[in-house]
């Protein structure tokens, strides 16, 4: 992709929300940190959405969700496309395919809904606005569901492959703690503790940077798999297998002939199919 490998889109999407992050932080300590009408009595954290409501912080708030989410967005359509081009451990099955569909349909949902709440800010739209907020939350756990279910699927086939636990474990990581501290901030923002509900709200922003870079992983394999006789085929284990040798046993068995321990495929010559790949005979359902 224009001489570039494709972990630059992740990487590129978590540094983009992270400068924006940090520029609306910084200025806003830098300005003496002002106390804005949206604060109660006893409050001096802000929200995102108080910076990102202000004169100076909703174009920027805006520009930089914007920017970091479009990119970020193009990752699972990437993904995708890598996989099926056999650049990453291609999809064995419909259902994998359909749980690839599905997180990214909630991604872009999710996406949607972070560019309506920063147009929709706190001040003049706070109904809308946070809707909009739980729309994003809600979107981006749910494809990190999907995701997750699609990986434990695909660890069943390539199981030689680490990088897809490892990235399994970290995106489960991310589902167990985001709703974790978004049920806290729910509630410590509902009790009027406003100062630990903002510290809540700035460190679920910066959680969803490093699930964002945790996609850098996943398109590791890309980088040695440019040309074609490097790519992923589909696994050496079909599904069936056990299926079709039970079949060719008990037909063998029938006719007094003999009984092929891999499902009765033949190798060049005529000769049996060699077992090297016996290894692939018993799979797991999880990593």
Known sequence: MFGLSYWVLPLWSGCIW??????????????????????TRNQN????????????????FIAGSASAISVFTLTFVAE?????????????NVS????????????????????????????????VHVSMLCVFIAGYIISAIFICAEYQRLGVHWRQHRILAASFWIKLGFIIVEIAMAIAFGVEDKYGNYNTAGVLEWTISLIFI???LSFIIDFLPATRTRHMEDRFGLPHMRGDDDEKAMQTQASGNMMGGPVYSNGGHYGENGHQAPAQDARYNTTSRNF
Not at 45 to 58: E, K, L, M, R
Request: charged share 15%; hydrophobic share 50%; net charge positive.
């Open 210 to 212: 490093f699930y964002m």
């Open 45 to 60: 954290v802000p929200y995102i959405s108080d910076i990102g409501a202000t004169s100076w912080g909703y174009p920027t």
């Open 80 to 92: 995708r496309w890598l996989r099926h081009k056999g650049r990453l451990a291609k999809n064995y």
């Open 18 to 39: 992270l400068a924006t992050l940090l520029a609306m932080l910084l200025v806003w300590v830098r300005m003496g940190e002002p106390r804005y009408r949206e604060f």
């Open 96 to 127: 994998e395919k359909i749980l690839s569909g599905f997180a990214t349909l909630f991604a872009l949902i999710g996406a949607l809904g972070l560019i309506f709440l920063t147009i929709f800010d706190t001040v003049r739209y706070p109904h």
